[in-house]
């Protein structure tokens, strides 16, 4: 089993719609969570953590559930813009440089 | 401007042939990385380096080499030992060791994607 695992999609989404997606992790003790974007060929740049309490950035929504192991993504008022694969790094904290995972990536396509 | 710089963009080799990734940060950071993706697949690790002079194996590391002999530098060899060379490399730093998150934000640099044919 990976450690970390996402539904690669790829999830059509009309412009203007809502999309959701989550990842999840096998390893309990993680400690950081971050979602990345990554355009077609290019690197990943960070969209953004994701806090325990959940947080919000804009159209973005990040949550953590600790019981069920995942954190999900959701993208508010799709843009063309918003088309990407979105990877979800999970850090095991088991020194203070931690150790990073990465998912695979679930790829979005926002049509007009 | 501070950021991490990858050369070159694309990058051909014969089989056979030793070929060196070149990796530069000017963000002071004190940890850098060497990733591989594949199509469909998530960044896998080859090495990192979390100081100079010392660099530990990642999830991949056979048919890789690499050196930090410098901060701001940490090159990568592709030899001709790995089987399956093609593929987006991607190099990384982090600012160090820390207990916030905001210590593990991985910095890219804009990837080589290598062909061996």
């Known amino acids: 089993r990976k450690e970390v695992e996402q539904d690669p999609g790829p999830f059509n989404v009309p412009e203007g719609a809502t999309v959701a997606f989550n990842c999840t992790y096998s390893?309990?003790?993680?400690?950081?969570f971050f979602w990345y974007r990554q355009d077609c060929r290019k690197e990943p740049k960070l969209l953004m953590s994701?806090?325990?309490s959940g947080n919000e950035d804009g159209r973005f929504t990040a949550q953590l559930n600790r019981a069920s192991q995942y954190i999900s993504l959701l993208i508010r008022d799709s843009k063309l813009s918003d088309s990407a694969t979105y990877l979800c790094v999970v850090i095991l904290t088991t020194d203070s440089w931690g150790k990073l995972q990465f998912g695979a990536g679930t790829q979005v396509v926002v049509t007009p | 401007d501070g950021g991490i710089t990858q050369s070159p963009k694309y990058l051909f080799r014969k089989e056979g042939q030793n070929v060196t990734l070149s990796c530069e940060q000017n963000?002071?950071?004190?940890?850098m990385y060497w990733y591989r993706q594949d199509p469909g697949q998530g960044l896998r690790l080859i090495y990192y380096s979390q100081i100079v002079n010392d660099f530990q194996k990642g999830d991949i590391a056979e048919g890789y080499s690499v050196s930090r002999e410098k901060k701001e530098s940490f090159p990568l060899t592709v030899t001709s030992a790995q089987k399956n060379p093609t593929a987006f490399y991607l190099c990384?730093?982090?600012?160090?060791?820390?207990?916030?998150?905001?210590?593990?934000?991985?910095?890219f640099g804009p990837g080589t994607r290598l062909t061996v044919t």
């Open positions: 994701v806090y325990s």
């Open positions: 963000l002071n950071h004190d940890a």
């Open positions: 390893n309990s003790a993680s400690q950081s």
């Open positions: 990384a730093s982090t600012p160090g060791p820390g207990g916030t998150p905001d210590t593990y934000e991985q910095y």
